[in-house]
Structure formats: C-alpha cells, structure tokens
C-alpha cells in the first residue's frame, strides 16, 4: 500500500518510523517532510493546507491512505475533500475537529452531555469577558478559542494578570484564534494525557502520557508546546482510564455521531485528576506532540494496519491496539530563546552517537544544508528511550542527549519528575 504522511514536526517523524516498519506499506511518502523523515519515505514538496494540491498528489500517485500528523489541515477540511473523492484518510472532517478547533464549541459539547469538565463562560468581546471574571475564583484560567500552536492559554493569578490575557486575545496576539474567549474555572489536580482511537461508531484505548509544558525544570517559565513527556502515565490507573472512557471519551464520541458530524481518527484527551475522578482540560484531534513519539515506541501493532482499520470504519473486527508494558520517555531539545523567538541555523551533529545509546532521536525542527543539519525550529529534536522503568528510560535517553552536539540548544534535566518523585516516595 503507499501511504501518504503529512507533516513536518516530531510527530511525523514518530509515525514515519512506525508505518515503515509495516509488511503492509510498499511506498511512504511524506508532505513537507523532514531531513530525519526522509531515511523512511521521499519527502515532496507540497503544503498540506493546501487540499486541492495534496488531492491531486494523492490521485496521481494511487495513495492508498493519507495520514494527517497536523491540526491545521484537519481544521481546513482535508479530510472531507479526501472523503468526498474517494480517498481513505486518517483523521476527523472539518465539523468534527471543531473538537480541538474551538473549545467553546467541546466545551458546549460538554454542557449539553454532561461530561465532567470545569465551568466555563464563551466571550466574543474583551468587555464582555472582563465583566464575567467576579463569577470566577482566582486562579481562572483564559483561553483563545481557536488554534493557537499550544499557547493560547493563560493561567492567571491575578485580576490584573487575567485582564492582560484578554486584552492579548481579542488584540490579535493569537490571530484569529482569539476572536473569542473561553474563561474556565482553575482545576486542581495533576494532569495526564489520555488517547483512543475511533472510525466514528467503535472506540478503544491507545495509552496514556503525561507532557512537561513549561519551559524550564520544576515547571517554571512560560507554556510551550511541551518539552518532554513519557508513557504510560501510572497516575492514569486503569480504574481511571475506564471512567475516562465511560463518562468522557465515549459519550462524546456517541454525541458527536448522533449530531451528523461522526469522529474518525485518534482523539486526544487532556485530562485533570481532580478529587472528584478525571475531568476533560481540552481535546485534541491528532496525535500530540512529544506524546506520539512515546506512543509509537511502545506501540507493538502494524500502524498501516491499525490506521486502515480506522480508515475503513471497520475498528471493531481488530484485535485493540498493544503497547507494551515498558515506559518510553522523551526529551525536547529546543533552540536557544524557546517559546520566544528561537534561534535558528544552529549546527546539529554526533546524532548516530547518540542513537549508539540506546535512544531514537526524531527530527523536530531541522533542515538539511550544505554545511550540515541545523536546527529550524523552536522545538529541534525529541531524544526517546524506551526502559522497563521510567528510570531507565531516562537514563538511556540523557545519556543519548549528553552524546549529541547541539551548541544553542538546550532542554529541561527532569523529564518525568512526578513519577520518579512518587516511586522514591513509595
């Protein structure tokens, strides 16, 4: 079968390795792509928002299955004009991506389903967000609805704080992502990220992770798009997953069905684990990003196979996916001056030294010069391991972290502190 991946990020280099590794697949081919991509399929040059082009490509090259690694294509209705066309696609439609598209929209979804999720109020005007804020405590979270590379989200400790936030939103520092508002009542708990596959009608598990967002060690510093996480998430028991799949994931699979806009991909659930069991954060409609890395190191199934399954609307005649009982642990090594403005062009090298450790390293956010790989991106490269424990895990993936070569890059020193924390405390 040939398989066309989009994308360009950690993410996609993850789920390259994977698919090539399927008896199935007979061609891969990716859209950008990225130097670390491109030693498991021929990278292309076409942008995956524009839909028209990536139909085209598909048809003229017989692809047989399109996976989309990214949310903006999802968002800019990829995988309706695939469907429509007679191509078989990875990923929700338009409509139902609205799930991670707009969080007013998940989060109305929420109210009418009764899933467990924080109060919450939608704004369409800073006046109107900043006169609600009395009906929230402090600390409130502020959200801009729409996409906003995983920054578009501040907790603010103070009135004024909160007041700044959503003066930035509707100001424009989000785009278009911050023509509304959602304000939410702060939860307390610890996080974890919980994952299932569906075609739409069938619903199974696909693990568990836990994400490091700030960027600096203790969980300090400003939101990124994450700077490192492992799999699985002990803190997510499986009591806790099955009432995250009971009370959260299945009901809104079910309701996004029953309202003509059926789910079919991998959904995302950021979870709080809160006093009163698993409440939903937010929703995303892809794999996340460093989560998919550690998820296809422990993922232990044919990946075309899973995803055609999915694909075909036929989830319930395979066996559910099997990870393995080991913990996978990845490290994000930014470039200098992440989340602001990174620092690019930085030369990269000692990778296969690295990997000589016992690690994979995927490609974030490089390119290939004549003068060798740089770096390209805020977010560079996700150093994974996999060990029986998540202490060996990250040993094996510093250890592969300290062999490399990266002058402006750096990345946090604790990955997986809450776990290790609570196994020296047992």
Known sequence: MI????????????????????????????????????????????DPTHIESVLAFARDENVGLVVIGPEAPLVAGLADLLRENGVLVFGPNRAA???????????????????????????????????????????????????????????AEGRAQAEAAIDDMFGGSFGAAGAEVVIEEFLTGEEASFFALTDGVTVVPFGSAQDHKRVGDGDVGPNTGGMGAYSPAPVLTPALEARAMR??????????????????????????????????????????????????????????????????????????????????????????GYPGAPAKGGAISRLAEAEAKGAKVFHAGTAQTPAGLVAAGGRVLNVTALGKDIGEARDTAYAAVDALDFPDGFCRRDIGWRELARQRNV
């Open 3 to 46: 398989v066309l991946l989009l994308g360009s990020g950690g993410r996609e280099h993850a789920l390259a390795w994977k698919l090539a590794q399927s008896e199935r697949l007979t061609k891969l081919y990716a859209a950008p792509g990225n130097p670390g991509i491109a030693d498991y399929a021929e990278c292309v040059d076409l």
């Open 97 to 155: 991506a609205q799930l991670e598209g707009s969080k007013g929209f998940t989060k109305d979804l929420c109210a009418r389903e009764h899933i467990p999720t924080a109060a919450y109020g939608r704004f369409a005007s800073a006046a109107s967000a900043k006169s609600a804020l009395d009906s929230f405590g402090l600390p409130v979270v502020i959200k801009a609805d729409g996409l906003a590379a995983g920054k578009g989200v501040v907790i």
């Open 247 to 336: 009370e959260i994931v299945e009901p809104t699979v079910r309701a996004m069905a029953a309202a003509g806009i059926p789910y079919s991909g991998v959904l995302y659930a950021g979870l709080m684990l809160t006093p009163d069991g698993p409440k939903l954060i937010e929703y995303n409609a892809r794999f996340g990003d460093p989560e998919c890395q550690v998820l296809m190191l422990r993922l232990e199934e044919d990946l075309v196979s899973l995803l055609l399954a999915v694909a075909e609307q036929r989830l319930a005649e395979v066996p559910p996916p099997s990870l393995s009982p080991n913990t996978a642990l990845t490290v994000v090594i930014a470039a200098k």
